[in-house]
Structures are given as C-alpha cells and as structure tokens.
C-alpha cells in the first residue's frame, strides 16, 4: 500500500460516520496531512451541515500549515452552490497545493468541474486512488445520480427448509425466524437507510412498525405498498414514529412493471437507497424486474415444514456470517 492509498483509506473509515445521516448528501471522508502526519480531518455532517472538506480543515488549528499539506478526499470536492458553498472555493481560498482524490463525482452538477477548478487555481490533482473502494462507499450517491433510482437492498429470513412464513398464524404479530441478535442488526440497518418498503400483505399480517426501535438512529421513511388504498390508519405503519408515504394505484399502474415505477417513486421523493422487506410476493417483484443492488438472507435455525416459499434469485455470494444459530450470506447483483 502506498502512501496515497493510506490515507484515502482512512478517508473512508471517517467517512462512514455518517452513514444514515449526510442522505441525499454522499458521506465524504477528508484527512489533511503534512510531513506523513494527519493534521486535520472530517466526514460530512448531517444533512445540511458542512461537508467533509469543511469540517477536515476546521479541524486544522494552524492554518498557515495548510500552504504546504495535503488533501485527501474520497470524492471530487463540489464545485456548485448547494446548502453550502463550494468546497473546491474554500481549498483554493487556503492555498492547499496537493489534491489526492478516490473517485470523480459525475453528478452532473460537479462531474469534473471541482477538479478543473482546482487545476486551474495552480493545486496538483490526483485522481483514481483507491478509486474501486471508494466508489463501492459511495454506491448509493451513485445509484441514485446514475441509474435514477434508489439503491435497492432486499431484506429477508427464511427458515432451514425454506420458508419465509408459516401457512396459518394465530396472532397479527411477526413469526420470527431469527434470533434477537439478528433481529437488532436489522435495526441497525434500518438505521442506515433511508426508507424501507412492505406489500399490503405484511401490514396486514404482521402490524410491523418498521423503525429502528432497537438501534440509535434515525427511523427510514416507511413506504407501504396498498394498492386499493384500504389499510386502516390505527396499523402501526402509520403512527407517529416515522413518516410514512403509501403507494396505491393513484400513484402506479399496478398491472405492469410495478418495480420500476415503485423507483419512481422513490426517486421523486429523493430516496436514494430503501430496504425492501416485503413479503416473498413484493420481493420477488423486484427481483423478476431485476431491481436490485444486495440481498440479505438470514437462515434461522428452525423449521416450518410449510408455509409461504422465500423468493427465487440468483446473485453473487460476497459474504456469509454466523450470529449464533442464525446464518447471514450477502449477495450482490451482477
């Protein structure tokens, strides 16, 4: 590892500070270095707050070391005028003369500008360190400004013999499958992203409440599929917890492509990554419309012998955990 990948990498361990909270924003990772010693460093604040850049540099109590360091940046400082000014103008305004920068920024708004600003200002620019990982962070900034929609993680437990649910419950609760600790990683997940999405079907049979109750952190935004516009507000899907929007068929013709225009949706409303953790009907929708970006699959230690089948899907294995008695595998889709 070179010295340029030590320090972007550790850009990107700040940077996840502010996974959950810098939404829509990217989360950006800056560390200021001068004679191979951090001397500064910030993440993006929650939405609306400084930036990474910013907030690195605040940091720096002298600022005339500034002249002679360095700045590392997992992605291209902006160039425009947003909630605030452009970072690209306050680096120049301080004279840092070596850029070293993971990955382009190519929404359209910055794609190149940040960097040609800075060039243009005498600053020596490096470009593509680390630049695979630090688009990997970035995946859900770049989702949403490239694909234009939300990046679509698909959330699911089934039991040892296959099922996602048994054939008859007796009480409008959860069955659960999983283990509490399992249970609690899922809230940290939900804490992660920005909304999450159930059918009609899940309200209906399990009165969830989808917040991350079990974690600190923000609730996601609850988005609740009802076509007919028939559930009763006194489900727990509509309280005061969290915002809650329903999609019916005033929004989506709900005879076709359903999952392409749910990401209309939601990229209408500016949600640039959602957890899909609707029942196998909801999930395999998506997964027919190859909408997806991960997949999360809990196995649980118990069995069902019938009931409702998990989804049917294909996807890279890119990692598998054991929580107790429960098995966690990762997929992404190639």
């Known amino acids: ?70 700045l590392y940046v997992t992605l ?11 970072c690209s103008d306050l680096i120049i305004s301080h004279k840092i003369p070596n850029i070293v920068i993971g990955c382009i920024d190519d929404n359209e708004k910055v794609a ?14 490096t470009i593509g360190v680390l630049e695979k990982e630090c688009k990997e962070h970035h995946k859900r900034f770049f989702t949403y400004h490239n694909k234009k929609r939300s990046y679509i ?15 008859t419950k007796n009480e409008q609760k959860p069955v659960w499958i999983t283990n509490e600790f399992s249970r609690q990683l899922v809230h940290k997940w939900r804490a992660e992203e920005q909304a999450i999405l159930v059918g009609v079907n899940t309200v209906l049979q399990d009165n969830p409440s989808l917040t991350a109750r079990d974690w600190t952190g923000e609730n996601p935004i609850r988005m609740v599929l009802d076509k007919d516009n028939s559930l009763s507000k006194s489900f727990n899907v509509f309280n005061n917890e969290a915002k809650t929007i329903a999609i019916n068929n005033n929004e989506i013709d709900f005879s076709r492509n359903i999952a392409q225009q749910i990401c209309s ?23 027919d419309e190859n909408l997806w970006d991960e997949a999360r699959i809990f196995t649980g230690n118990c069995y069902f012998n019938e009931g409702v089948k998990s989804p049917t899907f294909s996807g890279k294995l ?16 190639d």
């Not at 707050?49 to 002249?67: M, P, Q």
């Not at 993680?153 to 996602?164: C, R, S, V």
């Not at 990692?319 to 990762?330: G, H």
């Open 76 to 86: 291209e400082p902006c160039s425009h005028y947003g909630k605030t000014p452009p």
């Open 265 to 287: 949706v939601l990229f209408e409303h500016e949600i640039t990554s959602v957890i899909i953790e609707g029942g196998t009907k909801t999930l395999q929708t998506f997964i």
């Open 153 to 167: 993680i698909l959330k699911w437990a089934e039991t040892a013999d296959g099922f996602i649910a048994p054939k």
């Open 318 to 333: 890119v990692s598998e955990t054991k929580i107790k008695e429960d098995i966690l595998k990762i997929y992404t889709n």
């Open 112 to 125: 190149g500008k940040g960097i040609e600003k800075l060039m243009n200002s005498g600053c020596h620019v």
């Open 1 to 70: 590892m070179n010295i340029h990948e030590k320090y972007i990498k550790r850009c990107i361990e700040i940077a996840k500070n502010g996974l959950g909270t810098t939404r829509p924003n990217p989360m950006v990772g800056c560390v200021i270095v001068l004679n191979n010693a951090i001397i500064g460093e910030g993440f993006t604040s929650k939405y609306g707050g400084a930036h990474a850049e910013v907030n690195a540099i605040n940091s720096v109590e002298d600022k005339s070391l500034l002249k002679k360091a360095t």
